[in-house]
């Protein structure tokens, strides 16, 4: 799928794609959501949301999770991504383009504060091969981790090796 084939979502390609698992049986690719993201965030405006409602959303954001509604304006194409025959061997993981280094880091920081906070999972760092930094989720119910790592631009999350898999290009979709 590519984004504009659901009805809420805007129509374009990604090269994102191209960084899929090669037996993907799904492949959603979304292109530059945070422009999409910042004109939702209008037209809420447009209907009647107060500048004072959204600096307060702004507020409890940044204090609980270290980031703004301005850096999901910052995220690029995503695409989303599901392999495999059997629970053992399924893949499954997504691809964020955050081109801001800064935006990046406070996304990710956010992404683990959020786990943290909620007592979902266990955060531990994360050292996978080409990644600038990551973290991997340990959920109690669930047999493998959820790791997360950022590498240039990219972010990726995925189940088990998922995420290294998506980061290296190797997928070959």
Do not use: C, H
């Amino acid at each position: 799928f590519q984004g504009g084939e659901l009805p809420f979502l805007p129509a374009g390609a990604s090269e994102l794609l191209d960084a899929g698992f090669a037996d993907s049986w799904l492949a959603y690719a979304v292109p530059d959501l945070g422009r999409y993201f910042s004109q939702s965030l209008n037209q809420i405006g447009a209907a009647g949301l107060q500048q004072g409602q959204l600096n307060q959303v702004n507020r409890m954001l940044q204090s609980q999770l270290g980031f703004t509604l301005d850096d999901l304006e910052g995220v690029g194409d995503v695409a989303f991504f599901a392999a495999g025959e059997s629970l053992v061997d399924l893949q499954v993981g997504g691809l964020f383009e955050v081109p801001d280094a800064a935006t990046r880091n406070r996304l990710l920081v956010a992404i683990s504060r959020a786990v943290q906070r909620s007592g979902a999972g266990k955060v531990t760092p994360l050292t996978v091969e080409g990644a600038d930094s990551g973290f991997s989720i340990q959920v109690p119910q669930l047999p493998v981790p959820i790791n997360v790592a950022g590498s240039g631009d990219r972010v990726a999350i995925g189940v088990g090796p998922a995420a290294q898999s998506l980061l290296s290009g190797d997928g070959g979709l």
